[in-house]
């Protein structure tokens, strides 16, 4: 089954959040489809987590080691409708894009963040609830 994974939820697998472990579980046997934005908001991440100092340089180079050890398929959003899903529930492109994929693909969405979390039940797409 497609499981569409976010940053979020990247981000506690590879910094090795409490939510890791139930992720993982969720993962193994699915495919990993997402946006092909989400190398980049990896990055965004990381550099949020510099400002807070929740992470080393050091410690980003290991994550990018498990990042690019992760099995993503990405994929090309429609651009016009991830800007009317962003229109319509008020959240960044770059979340509408995960919705897309979710409503195209018909996949649930796994994800940590509450917001899109909300957005996506809107738009009827199932979330995992981690």
């Avoid at 193994?28 to 100092?53: D, R």
């Amino acid at each position: 089954m497609n499981v569409v994974v976010d940053t979020s939820a990247l981000i506690a697998v590879i910094v090795a959040e409490p939510e890791r472990s139930r992720i993982v579980e969720f993962a193994l046997g699915n495919t990993l489809i997402g946006p092909g934005s989400i190398p980049w908001e990896i990055g965004n991440a990381f550099s949020a987590m510099f400002k807070q100092n929740r992470l080393t340089l050091e410690e980003a180079r290991k994550g990018l080691v498990i990042f690019a050890g992760i099995p993503l398929r990405y994929i090309e959003p429609d651009f016009v409708n991830s800007l009317k899903i962003s229109k319509q529930a008020n959240i960044y492109a770059y979340d509408a894009y995960f919705l897309d994929c979710a409503i195209r693909h018909k996949a649930p969405l796994l994800t940590l963040d509450q917001k899109l979390k909300a957005a996506a039940q809107n738009f009827n797409v199932e979330t995992m609830a981690v």
